[in-house]
């Protein structure tokens, strides 16, 4: 099994719409959790940090459920711009932070 | 306050010669990680540093690879006598510490094309 899993799509929805992207992970003693975003072609940019009670910023919610070893980041009102991979980030301090990236999940919002 | 950057942006090398990547981590950055992406994939993990050593190089293909992060001067990712399958874009990313819960911050890419 892999230590981090998503979902490759693609995932083509209209804007306007509301979108949900899962991922999995396999270390039960990880601690930290983050979304990332990458633009075709361009680095990695965080786009939120996972908290344990749930977070949102903006038209971005990010939610950890530990028990079931996932987290989950839902997109309201999809935006042209919203069109990138989403990166699933689990790290784990085991004397230093080891950090595991998904290998994403894209997305296409279309007009 | 720049953030991490990576020279050269593009490289272009023939097979059996060497590639270097030069990293400088954001100011005030100590930890260095390095990454490849090969087209159409996710991150991999290569090998993590502190200034003059080396803490995970668990990701590193044991031969032709090799990274340092010296006490002067950026880190750098050296791979001797490349063959195509190193074609890949290699991301390097800088935290101020190792704590799990730090953002790393990564630098624009070097896109290694092997021919």
């Known amino acids: 099994r892999k230590e981090v899993e998503q979902d490759p799509g693609p995932f083509n929805v209209p804007e306007g719409a509301t979108v949900a992207f899962n991922c999995t992970y396999s270390n039960s003693a990880s601690q930290s959790f983050f979304w990332y975003r990458q633009d075709c072609r361009k680095e990695p940019k965080l786009l939120m940090s996972v908290y344990s009670s749930g977070n949102e910023d903006g038209r971005f919610t990010a939610q950890l459920n530990r028990a079931s070893q996932y987290i989950s980041l839902l997109i309201r009102d999809s935006k042209l711009s919203d069109s990138a991979t989403y990166l699933c980030v689990v790290a784990f301090s085991g004397g230093y932070q080891k950090v595991t990236f998904g290998t994403g999940t894209k997305l296409q919002v279309i007009p | 306050n720049a953030g991490v950057m990576q020279n050269p942006r593009h490289l272009v090398r023939r097979r059996g010669q060497e590639a270097r990547l030069r990293c400088s981590p954001m100011?005030?950055?100590?930890?260095v990680y390095w990454y490849r992406q090969l087209p159409e994939e996710g991150l991999k993990f290569m090998v993590y540093l502190q200034k003059e050593n080396i803490i995970d190089e668990s990701g590193m293909p044991k031969e032709r690879f090799s990274a340092e992060f010296p006490k002067e001067g950026p880190s750098i990712l050296r791979i001797q006598q490349v063959v195509r399958g190193d074609s890949a874009a290699y991301f390097c990313?800088?935290?101020?510490?190792?704590?799990?819960?730090?953002?790393?911050?990564f630098g624009p890419g070097t896109r290694l094309t092997v021919l």
């Open positions: 100011k005030g950055h100590s930890h």
């Open positions: 990313a800088s935290s101020p510490n190792s704590g799990s819960s730090n953002e790393q911050f």
